[in-house]
């Protein structure tokens, strides 16, 4: 059973950067693809962003293309989201999940507990 721990979130001023790290409890996190999604209070989750297994492929949503970027350390089983640019409506729960990469939440077989993300305007 893979377990992820999310952490790095936080308080942030708008424009802002905050690095989230998703932690891997065991070998497979390496060969998954690893994605982030968010959801804010009152709101549906979404996509954040995805990386496949290997870290040579990566998708992110048009809301935070060119100012996320996600990476990983399979040395290290993290996935990290960098976040720069921070927004208001970034606000949000963030999570990771592993699995096979896609845009959709169900297609992930693990899931972490979330990090909260909060961006003061």
């Known amino acids: 059973q893979e377990q992820l721990v999310e952490s790095g979130g936080g308080l942030v001023q708008a424009g802002g950067s905050l690095r989230l790290s998703c932690a891997g409890s065991?070998?497979?996190?390496?060969?998954?693809?690893m994605g982030w999604f968010r959801q804010a209070p009152g709101k549906e989750r979404e996509f954040v962003s995805a990386?496949?297994?290997?870290?040579?492929?990566?998708y992110y949503a048009d809301s935070v293309e060119g100012r996320f970027t996600i990476f990983r350390d399979n040395a290290k089983n993290t996935v990290y989201l960098q976040m720069n640019s921070l927004k208001p409506e970034d606000t949000a729960l963030y999570y990771c999940?592993?699995?096979?990469?896609?845009?959709?939440?169900?297609?992930?077989?693990?899931r972490g507990q979330g990090t909260q993300v909060t961006v003061s305007s």
């Open positions: 065991g070998r497979s996190s390496r060969i998954y693809a």
């Open positions: 999940a592993a699995g096979s990469v896609s845009r959709r939440w169900d297609a992930y077989d693990y």
């Open positions: 990386i496949n297994w290997n870290g040579d492929t990566t």
